[in-house]
């Protein structure tokens, strides 16, 4: 177990689709729950606040980067406990298609397998995000 927490795993997905697509799609908090199950099934704006409700860690709030041309889709998960989680995602242009890249941060109390069981749901949502791109 890395008892510092100072790991970082980067978890990304080539899409078939132009960069701009993809970010617009996955730039929009109303689109995550079809892809972002990590998050949760439903995501709903209260006062201001995005909040996914059937989040498997609980209600979170997540407040997510503004809209830009850069490809940032970063967003911060605030858990239940007040803890709040950094998560940095790009959509980067790969040709005529898209890579998009999460970058896993490894927090100070996640055993080796709760890290890898991170990094596959990360990896499954993106997957998910991916057949949704590449189907519409």
């Known amino acids: 177990m890395n008892a510092?927490?100072?790991e970082s795993r980067h978890v990304s997905v080539f899409?078939?689709?132009?960069v701009e697509d993809v970010y617009a799609y996955a730039a929009d908090p109303a689109n995550w729950p079809a892809w972002a199950h990590g998050l949760g099934r439903s995501?709903?704006?209260i006062d201001g606040q995005w909040v996914a409700e059937s989040s498997p860690m609980g209600r979170v709030l997540i407040a997510f980067a503004p809209g830009n041309k850069l490809g940032v889709?970063?967003?911060d998960v605030t858990l239940p406990s007040g803890k709040t989680i950094y998560n940095p995602v790009r959509v980067i242009a790969d040709g005529t298609g898209s890579e998009v890249v999460f970058t896993l941060r490894r927090?100070?109390?996640m055993?080796?397998?709760d890290f890898r069981r991170d990094a596959d749901?990360?990896?499954?949502?993106?997957?998910?995000l991916k057949e949704l791109m590449e189907t519409a």
């Open 4 to 6: 510092t927490g100072k």
């Open 15 to 18: 899409i078939d689709r132009p």
């Open 43 to 45: 995501i709903e704006k």
């Open 73 to 75: 889709l970063d967003h």
């Open 107 to 109: 927090q100070p109390e």
């Open 111 to 113: 055993s080796d397998a």
């Open 121 to 128: 749901m990360v990896a499954a949502d993106l997957t998910r």
